[in-house]
């Protein structure tokens, strides 16, 4: 019995690391195609990681969450918080041209992307919370632990996706190339 229970748990594992990488494969060919940067995917996939661990990380503040939770949160957490991440670099796109410095656009772009960025996560966290007020343990581990990653996500975006952009200015310059997404205006 112990066997079969183990095998399963390993089948089960399997599952969700394939998942996992499916789902990472189909985001970076999503980003590499909508992205005005090459490298900008690159500091999207930080942001992100470091977003991730820290939701991961706290979860033993939490006693014991299910296995399910733990399972599926991170892709959870990659679909619902990837969008700040693309927020965020495309208003610092746009204020790039608008400004002689890139010091003085990501300042811009961040105090207007705080806004949106932050309103949009609101929405996202009170759907979550109320999730936890299923009847069933597992919709309550899953929102809180999917709040806890959305908080997360905004401390990364906020705080540390900033310093990366400052830190690599070159890089993403050097790598901007054309948009791949063909123009619909006609439509």
Not at 18 to 33: G, N, T
Not at 94 to 112: G, Q, Y
Not at 145 to 171: E, N, W, Y
Request: aromatic share 10%; proline share 2%.
């Amino acid at each position: 019995l112990a066997r079969l229970f183990e095998r399963e748990a390993t089948a089960h594992e399997i599952a969700v690391t394939l998942a996992v990488a499916l789902a990472a494969v189909v985001i970076m060919a999503v980003l590499l195609f909508t992205s005005r940067s090459y490298f900008e995917v690159v500091i999207f996939l930080i942001v992100f990681s470091v977003a991730a661990l820290l939701n991961m990380g706290t979860n033993f503040w939490l006693g014991e969450i299910s296995s399910i939770t733990n399972s599926i949160a991170v892709i959870l957490q990659l679909a619902l918080a990837i969008d700040y991440a693309i927020i965020f670099s495309h208003r610092y796109q746009d204020e790039i041209d608008r400004f002689p410095t890139e010091r003085e656009a990501l300042i811009e772009a961040l105090s207007k992307s705080i806004v949106e960025i932050s309103s949009s996560s609101l929405t996202t966290i009170s759907g979550l919370v109320a999730l936890m007020l299923m009847q069933f343990r597992l919709g309550y581990d899953l929102g809180l632990v999917l709040s806890k990653g959305i908080l997360c996500s905004l401390i990364t975006v906020f705080l540390l996706m900033p310093g990366l952009i400052a830190s690599f200015f070159r890089p993403l310059r050097r790598t901007t190339h054309k948009s791949h997404v063909p123009d619909i205006t006609g439509w």
